[in-house]
C-alpha cells in the first residue's frame, strides 16, 4: 500500500539549472557558491540572473518584482554578504551594507552563510552566534566594512549611513522606513539602491509604495528611473505548487504573488472579488417586504442583448436582487410582451429604463402596449449638475449611478442570491467589470439602473426627479395618458 503522507519528489527540469559557463563566471555567483556550496548543482537560471543584476553597477536603482517562493530573501542576503565581503576587499575600501526586512528568514540564511564558511567567522571584529545576530551588525576586522541587517522598522534603520542599501519584502514595509532608508544613502563610492519584493499585499490602507513603484517605474520619484526586473515563481521546477495557487487565487493575485506582475489598473477589476464575494449569498431571493420596501426594476436595452434586474429597497441603502432577467441577442421590441408581463407580475414601484440619444427610439414606447405602469427613460450618457453651495459639478448619469453601486458593494448593503437563475452571469460581469468595457456589461447597467437614485440637489435630465430628496415629475404626459 502506498504511502500517502510521503512527498513526492519531483525532478526539476535541467534546462532551469544555472550550468557553469566556459568563460569567466560572474563574482558574485562564484562567491554565492562558496557560501552555499549545496546549491551548486540546484541554482536556477533565473535566480542567477538576479544575483547577476544585484552586482550590476549600471544599475544603481532597481525595482525587482519576484513570485512567491522564489529565494528573493536568500539571493538578497547573499548580495550585501559579497558587497560586505568579497568586493569591499577587491576594491580596498569599507562599505556599509544595509538589508532591510520584515522576514526573520533574512537572519536565518546569514546563519546558514557563516557556517558554511568558519574562516568567516574568524575574521570578525567580534565573533556572535549567527542565530542572534547582534543590532549593530557584523563588521569584518581586516577590510573594516559592516553587515547590517535592520528589522523593518524607523528606529532599526535611523542612524546608519550605507553605501549599499537592499530592502526585502518592500510590499511590507512601511512607506516611513523606506523613505528613512533612503536618507541613509551615500553616493560617494556606489550609492546602490536595491527594492525586492512580490506586489501584492494584504494591507487595507492604501496602495503600498512598492507596488505604486512596479506599476510605473519609469517615472516614480520625481521622474528618477528604476530598472525593473520580473520573475516568476512558476519556473522553480515542482519547488511550489503553482497549480493550487493558480486554482484558488484570483487573476489579479496570481500575476502578483505568482509572475511578480502588477495587473494594470485598467485591468483590475472596479467592484473588487472581496466585496463582490461578500455580497453574494447562499439564500432563497425571498423579498423581506415591510414598510419601508419599495421594488425598483432597472432595464438595459443593448444592441446585442436585453436585461432586466428587479431589486428590493429595505430602508435607506439596503438593496436585495430580487430577479435577473438575461437574453442574449433579443431587443427590446421581440421581448416587449414578456417584458410587460414581468413588470405587472412584479409590480414594482418604479421601473428605470434605458433610453439611447440620437436616432434610437424611445424604449418605453414599445412596452406601453402591455405594461400601464409608471416608467422612466434615464440616458446614462447625459450629464448632471450637483450643486454644493456656489460650486457647480457636472457628472455623467452613468458615473453617478456606477458611484452609487460601488459604494453599495463595498459596504456590502446589495445582497445577491447565488440561488438566482442568472447570478451566474451577473456576478462573472461585475468580477470582470471596469470603466473601459465598451460591452459585456449589459447586466451590471441594468443592476446600476435598478439602483440608481438621482443625486440629492441634482439637476440636468436625469437629475430632475430629485431636489431637496423628494421625488418630482414634469406635467408632460405621452399618448397613453402617462408622465413622460
Not at 446589495?414 to 442568472?422: D, Q
Request: proline letters at 4%; a positive charge.
Amino acid at each position: 500500500m502506498p504511502n500517502l503522507y510521503k512527498r513526492k519528489e519531483e525532478a526539476i527540469d535541467p534546462k532551469l539549472i544555472y550550468q557553469k559557463g566556459a568563460g569567466r563566471e560572474s563574482p558574485i555567483i562564484e562567491y554565492f557558491w562558496t557560501i552555499r556550496p549545496d546549491l551548486k548543482g540546484l541554482l536556477l537560471v533565473p535566480q542567477a540572473q538576479l544575483l547577476k543584476d544585484l552586482r550590476n553597477f549600471e544599475l544603481l536603482r532597481q525595482a525587482v518584482s519576484c513570485g512567491r517562493g522564489f529565494g528573493k530573501t536568500m539571493l538578497v542576503a547573499a548580495a550585501g554578504l559579497y558587497y560586505a565581503d568579497k568586493y569591499s576587499t577587491e576594491i580596498g575600501k569599507p562599505l556599509n551594507v544595509l538589508v532591510v526586512s520584515s522576514q526573520e528568514a533574512l537572519y536565518t540564511n546569514i546563519g546558514v552563510f557563516f557556517r558554511n564558511r568558519p574562516d568567516l567567522q574568524e575574521r570578525l571584529v567580534i565573533k556572535s552566534n549567527f542565530d542572534m545576530i547582534p543590532k549593530t551588525g557584523i563588521q569584518f576586522k581586516d577590510n573594516l566594512s559592516r553587515l547590517i541587517p535592520a528589522k523593518a522598522t524607523v528606529k532599526a534603520v535611523e542612524g546608519n549611513r550605507a553605501d549599499v542599501i537592499i530592502i526585502d519584502e518592500t510590499q511590507d514595509v512601511d512607506t516611513g522606513v523606506i523613505l528613512k532608508a533612503l536618507g541613509c544613502l551615500k553616493k560617494d563610492i556606489l550609492g546602490m539602491l536595491i527594492v525586492i519584493g512580490t506586489p501584492y499585499s494584504e494591507k487595507k490602507s492604501g496602495i503600498p509604495w512598492f507596488i505604486q513603484l512596479i506599476e510605473d517605474s519609469k517615472h516614480f520619484i520625481k521622474g528618477i528611473p528604476f530598472h525593473l526586473t520580473q520573475h516568476s515563481s512558476d519556473v522553480t521546477g515542482g519547488w511550489n505548487d503553482v497549480a493550487i495557487w493558480k486554482a484558488t487565487w484570483s487573476k489579479e493575485r496570481w500575476n502578483a504573488e505568482c509572475l511578480g506582475q502588477v495587473t494594470a489598473n485598467k485591468e483590475k477589476s472596479y467592484f473588487g472579488s472581496t466585496n463582490v464575494d461578500l455580497c453574494c449569498q447562499d439564500i432563497e431571493p425571498d423579498p423581506q417586504g415591510g414598510m419601508n420596501a419599495t421594488r425598483e426594476v432597472g432595464i438595459d436595452c443593448g444592441f446585442h442583448n436585453t436585461t432586466y434586474i428587479l431589486t428590493e429597497r429595505n430602508g435607506s441603502v439596503k438593496r436585495m436582487v430580487l430577479y435577473i432577467g438575461y437574453w442574449k441577442d433579443q431587443s427590446i421590441e421581440n421581448l416587449a410582451p414578456q417584458i410587460g408581463a414581468l413588470l405587472s407580475s412584479h409590480r414594482p414601484t418604479i421601473t428605470k429604463i434605458d433610453s439611447k440619444s440620437g436616432s434610437i427610439a424611445d424604449y418605453r414606447q414599445v412596452i406601453r402596449p402591455y405594461y400601464r405602469g409608471r416608467m422612466d427613460k434615464v440616458d446614462l450618457s447625459k450629464a448632471i449638475t450637483l450643486t454644493d453651495g456656489e460650486e457647480k459639478r457636472e457628472l455623467s448619469t452613468k458615473e453617478a449611478a456606477r458611484g452609487q453601486l460601488l459604494r453599495k458593494v463595498r459596504e456590502h448593503n446589495l445582497i445577491i442570491s447565488t440561488r438566482l437563475e442568472n447570478s451566474k452571469p451577473l456576478i462573472e460581469q461585475m468580477l470582470k467589470y471596469n470603466i473601459h468595457h465598451k460591452e459585456g456589461d449589459d447586466l451590471v447597467d441594468a443592476l446600476m439602473l435598478s439602483c440608481y437614485e438621482p443625486p440629492k440637489g441634482a439637476s440636468g435630465l436625469n437629475g430632475r426627479m430629485s431636489f431637496g430628496g423628494k421625488i418630482t415629475f414634469d406635467n408632460k404626459v405621452d399618448r397613453y395618458g402617462f408622465r413622460i
